[in-house]
């Protein structure tokens, strides 16, 4: 009876260990030390990993380090500095980008239709909502308002209060999953994949003219891995690689 018991728990100084097991990253991954390079439609790379955590905008928030830096003037929705992953969506903080993008190519635009003329431009204060990447868990056909936000000003010529004239620029933003499927991609191939459909509609007014523009931008998503192909009018965006951090669950 005594060797029965010794043979099933064993004896001496050897002890069993329990299983380890590799735990998946999150739905959208954002540990920090996640890394994802990206290959442009122009051959050159690029890259981006989390860097830091509740670290600027409080916490919950996550931020997203470039490489190389993304410029001022480059107002891509999919490239935040900031953002925060809830239960039920990722949310990307985009505010601070487009107050970059409207304080460097507004006045430019603006001086278009003044050449020759000194211009004072004023931007009234902005609140801008996160740019709701997607809702959790994705599924086909989806559709969500992804970002809405009005930017208002005026311009002064000549320094005279007389020849003032409002603009506003509006940017709205819809989301919609318009197909499942396998992918395939330098970085690897991907049995499930969202493929993720965003409208954006900009209107610009001045002197009580509007004029829209129109643009379309198309996402993969593979969860547990993040984006791995993004397509628009430049072309096509490949993910090439990626590493995410060791963590193990016993």
């Known amino acids: 009876m005594l060797c029965g018991i010794f043979v099933l728990f064993g004896c001496g100084s050897d002890e069993m260990t329990a299983p380890v097991a ?63 992953v809830t239960d039920n969506q990722v949310l990307f903080v985009i505010g601070e980008k487009i107050d970059r993008y409207i304080q460097n190519v507004l006045p430019t635009w603006v001086a278009d239709e003044f050449a020759g003329l000194e211009l004072d431009i004023t931007v009234e204060p902005i609140t801008h909502p996160e740019f709701a990447f997607c809702q959790l868990p ?81 996402v993969w998503f593979a969860p547990h891995i993040g984006i791995v192909k993004i397509e628009d009018e430049s072309g096509v965006t490949e993910l090439i690689a990626y590493t995410f951090p060791k963590t193990i669950e016993e």
């Open 22 to 84: 590799q735990q998946m990253p999150n739905y959208f991954p954002d540990a920090v030390g996640s890394r994802w390079v990206y290959r442009n439609p122009e051959g050159s790379e690029w890259s981006r990993a989390v860097t830091d955590g509740n670290s600027i905008q409080g916490e919950g928030f996550q931020v997203f380090t470039y490489a190389p830096p993304v410029t001022a003037t480059e107002l891509d929705y999919l490239k935040p500095d900031v953002f925060r």
């Open 138 to 218: 994705l599924a086909p056909n989806l559709q969500w308002d992804v970002f809405h936000t009005n930017v208002k000003g005026s311009i002064v010529l000549q320094n005279l209060v007389l020849l003032q004239f409002p603009f506003e620029v509006q940017v709205r933003v819809k989301g919609e999953v318009v197909a499942v499927g396998s992918l395939e991609t330098p970085a690897g191939s991907f049995e499930e994949t969202y493929q993720i459909e965003y409208k954006t509609e900009i209107t610009q007014t001045l002197f009580s003219e509007a004029e829209t523009m129109q643009q379309r931008e198309t």
